[in-house]
């Protein structure tokens, strides 16, 4: 890896982390059309602290007054005591089914899932559930049905999207896009569902990243790829990545995903194609 596949990577990861498209099946994607080698799943964890950071400061007044919230619901034994305590223990009840099924197959996401082949039918099989939720979300909203804001999540709420958002840990499946589609069937608004998806992230891509560093640190650290090459996809993917969230979050307010949905449908496709005319491998 030199610099300039590093900053690249940085943008793709930063650009795509919170685009409902899958940051994890283009850091796959984009290499081999290139020519170069996978990244690693280990390189693909550690660069998301960028987009962490993001995520923090893009949320930052949100995420001190339910952090304040937790701390003095335990000094005060009340761990419930009002919405923003609630909000943050469903975030981490949210949090336990992709710990447990991370821990469960981790062997194979840092394997025989990153196949091309499983990348591709992750796209377009989660495009088609996202579309299905697009298609039940705009029956609600024409019926005048009214859909939840963050305030109206229940423990309920919080833990189905955490099932949804488990199904990332397959490349390709998009983290975004399976907790926006599991908000939306839980009967979210879109801004709601994006914005509920990119709060319970923090957790589990914390985790993640520190496990790879900690883990992976002699490869990371490598002539292969470098200290260097680490740094600076983190910081580009950062600042691409703040920019994402932004972007996704105001699109959302009058739009559809219908966008996402037809890109990841065309990239699977051309994908698969690419494949069996032996042009990409798999692994």
């Known amino acids: 890896m030199d610099l300039l596949q590093a900053i690249i990577l940085g943008i793709i990861q930063g650009l795509t982390e919170f685009l409902p498209i ?20 280990a390189f693909t964890a550690v660069i998301q602290f960028g987009t962490l950071v993001a995520v ?17 619901g335990i000094v005060s034994r009340k761990l419930f005591y009002n919405r923003d305590a609630q909000m943050g223990w469903m975030i981490a009840a949210g949090t336990v089914p992709i710990v447990f099924f991370g821990l469960l197959l981790k062997h194979q996401i840092e394997t025989s899932f990153r196949s091309l082949y499983i990348i591709s039918g992750s ?4 495009a088609v559930i996202l579309m299905i939720a697009e298609a039940i979300t705009k029956k609600k909203l024409a019926r005048g049905e009214h859909l939840k804001l963050l305030n109206d999540l229940t423990w309920k709420d919080a833990v189905v999207v955490g099932i949804w958002q488990s199904i990332a840990l397959i490349p390709g499946s998009s983290r975004s ?3 926006i589609t599991g908000g939306l069937l839980a009967g979210m608004s879109r801004e709601t569902a994006a914005r509920f998806s990119f709060l319970l992230s923090l957790p589990s891509v914390f985790a993640a990243g520190v496990l790879e560093l900690v883990k992976e640190r002699e490869l990371l650290l490598s002539s292969d790829i470098g200290v260097a090459n680490v740094i600076v ?4 993917s950062g600042i691409v990545g703040y920019a994402s969230i932004a972007f996704l979050l105001n699109y959302l307010k009058n739009h559809t995903t219908y966008i996402f949905i037809i890109y990841r449908l065309v990239i699977g496709a051309g994908l698969i194609y690419l494949l069996n005319t032996g042009i990409l491998m798999p692994l």
């Open 123 to 126: 796209l377009i099989v989660l």
């Open 22 to 41: 899958s940051s994890t099946g283009h850091l796959r994607i984009i290499p081999a059309l290139l020519g170069w080698n996978d990244p690693g799943a």
């Open 233 to 236: 996809a983190t910081f580009v």
């Open 177 to 179: 896009g399976t907790t």
């Open 56 to 72: 923090l400061f893009y949320f930052r007044i949100d995420i001190r007054t339910i952090t304040i919230a937790v701390v003095k």
